[in-house]
């Protein structure tokens, strides 16, 4: 047992150190410190949602849910010589169509593609989604670089519209809702 | 780890010095607060496999539960599993169904028996249902016409709600 008038004793000549002893924290820190390292995942995973033109009920009752909207329909085209075809339906008619060439990289021109996607977003504030047809040799860093700037704007170039309750609103939202739509032809 | 403690012990005791651990405690609780903050529990993880870069995306959003996919440069892994050896940029034929040469008839096998595991669990437990959820691990240098083929083989096996994994490009 611990006895306080000994410890005070024991103090006074000099015999118990008031130190704190850190070596028992010491051993405690080398321990977890490797357990931490080999855990620790320090790339960040990161996923992005797409769909498969699978059929099923779900997909029919969202279909039938939509029955009062527009038929709206935005087809993203990537070509091999990454030249990229927007082109925006309504009611099965062309409503707007553009040919953006590659840059002088001979990459996807993401800015001009941005700038289309943001007009045809302006036009049509409520539309969510687009379907993707990359061409065979579109690398997949393109694809995921193409799927970025169709999902989301930058904070300086907010969309406004208008919700259902008829307030006016800003939004970053592009087309999130993104089907591949080449994959069973 | 006693050992530590016995060898300051004796040190002090010995050289008639005490051994400054301050600093130290110091530097390893600024590295153990960053290396929780850094802690993830999460299943899912960034595969090391030889041929597999990851593209960046600044607009993905924080992963959940599903089946793995993994298509690196060398071939394509479902769980681990390799169901296809890509060679050159290609899929060997060997592969590839001789009826529809977009079909991987070892994938299908493969994501078919992952279907059927959760159909016989959600017998057992009504709660679990298959939601044909996929996460793909993807080469970023990959053409699409090996995705495609993938992709389309996935949505036969009734996998339609696709994910594509990214690493985090600071969006």
């Given amino acids: ?185 | 780890m006693s050992i530590i403690h016995d060898i300051v012990r004796k040190s002090q005791k010995d050289a008639g010095f005490t051994l400054q651990l301050t600093a130290m405690v110091d530097m390893f609780t600024i590295m153990i607060v960053f290396l929780l903050k850094s802690y993830d529990t999460s299943s899912l993880e960034v595969k090391n496999v030889d041929g597999l870069v990851l593209p960046a995306s600044i607009t993905a959003s924080t992963p959940n539960e599903a089946l793995l996919l993994l298509v690196s440069k060398k071939g394509v892994f479902v769980n681990e599993i390799k169901v296809a050896t890509i060679d050159n940029g290609k899929i060997l034929e060997s592969d590839i169904s001789k009826t529809d040469e977009d079909y991987i008839d070892n994938l299908f096998k493969e994501l078919n028996k992952e279907a059927k595991k959760i159909e016989e669990l959600s017998k057992k437990n009504p709660e679990i249902k298959f939601d044909g959820k996929l996460l793909m691990q993807a080469d970023k240098e990959l053409d699409y016409s090996i995705l495609r083929k993938i992709l389309y083989t996935a949505t036969m096996a009734g996998y339609g709600d696709l994910r594509l994994a990214a690493l985090d490009g600071g969006g």
């Fill in chain 1, 1 to 185: 047992m611990f006895n306080l008038k000994d410890f005070i004793e024991d103090q006074q000549e000099g015999e118990v150190s008031t130190e704190v002893d850190l070596s028992p924290l010491l051993a405690l820190m080398v321990t977890l410190i490797p357990v931490l390292l080999l855990q620790t995942s320090f790339a960040t995973l990161k996923m992005l949602e797409t769909s498969l033109p699978v059929l099923s009920d779900q997909v029919q009752e969202k279909k039938d849910e939509d029955k009062n909207k527009i038929d709206f329909d935005l087809d993203i085209f990537v070509k091999n010589d990454n030249s990229v075809v927007v082109q925006a339906q309504v009611d099965k008619k062309v409503v707007r169509t553009k040919t953006i060439t590659s840059n002088a990289k001979k990459e996807l021109n993401l800015s001009v593609i941005k700038d289309e996607i943001i007009a045809i977003k302006k036009s049509y504030p409520n539309q969510m989604s687009a379907k993707v047809t990359p061409g065979d040799k579109t690398k997949y860093d393109n694809i995921v670089k193409l799927l970025d700037v169709m999902r989301k704007t930058d904070s300086s170039r907010m969309i406004a519209f208008v919700d259902k309750d008829g307030k006016s609103t800003q939004t970053d939202i592009l087309f999130p809702d993104i089907s591949f739509g080449n994959i069973t032809d």
